[in-house]
């Protein structure tokens, strides 16, 4: 027998049977038609969190090659399919369920390596192949879908520090700048005896006194980035001529 009453929208449904003799039978059933929808979605550098955790303050958002990255995904419920993530030329890495959440976490952790041809700017990814329990597969997502409060993203940054001067000399005051985005600090070491400076400003006068003075000056930024080795040496004592 078919009543021709099609039914295909998500739901519990209650279906009546009644032959000729009245007799009644009740068949209740559920339909599942919606996609797994993810309820939060977040990217942070593991690497970074990892070493705060250890007393440094490395920015979450900043990270090189060789850091590694976690990617962490929340279900109102359990999925049959796990997740897939894609960071650049990468192969496909599967996302695993944290059974330590009372709620549905998958998560995987990503190493960052050249080979995956990465640009600086925002990490992008792509997370695929997930599905419920019916079979019904979830949307793509990627970095336009975060939405964790905390974990906002991450941005690749493998740029050196630029200083405003090249190896030579100088014969009075000069002011040392820094070109970075991400600056973090500058050191610089005196040859005189005189102890390692640490600025956290992206500008160091060198006020022009002393003569035949040495300075190394090191630019770093928060991804770990090192500016090119710089020496620039102070001489402010005019030649004498005699005889």
Known sequence: FTSGYKVSESGTYTVTLIDKAYDKLKVTFTIDADAPVYKELGLVNITHY?????????????ANIGDTLRIMVR???ALATNPMVKIGDMEPKEMHLDSAWASYYYWADVTLTKEMNLSDGEIDFSITEYADSVGNVGVELNKENINHSTYVGVKLDTTLPV????????????????????????????????P?????????????????VRYNIKAYDKAGNVSEYRDIYLDNVKPVITG
């Not at 990892?50 to 900043?62: C, H, P, Q, S, V």
């Not at 000399?169 to 600056?183: A, L």
């Not at 390692?196 to 035949?212: A, F, M, P, R, W």
Request: aromatic share 10%.
């Open 196 to 212: 390692l400076e640490t600025i956290t400003e992206k500008t160091y006068v060198i006020s022009g006194e002393g003569d035949n």
């Open 163 to 194: 200083l405003n001067f090249h190896n030579g000399m100088i014969t009075s005051g000069f002011t040392v700048e820094v070109t970075e985005e991400n600056f973090d600090y500058m050191t610089v070491q005196h040859f005189d005896g005189t």
């Open 50 to 62: 990892i070493e705060n955790n250890n007393g440094t303050t490395n920015d979450l958002k900043i």
């Open 75 to 77: 279900f109102d419920e």
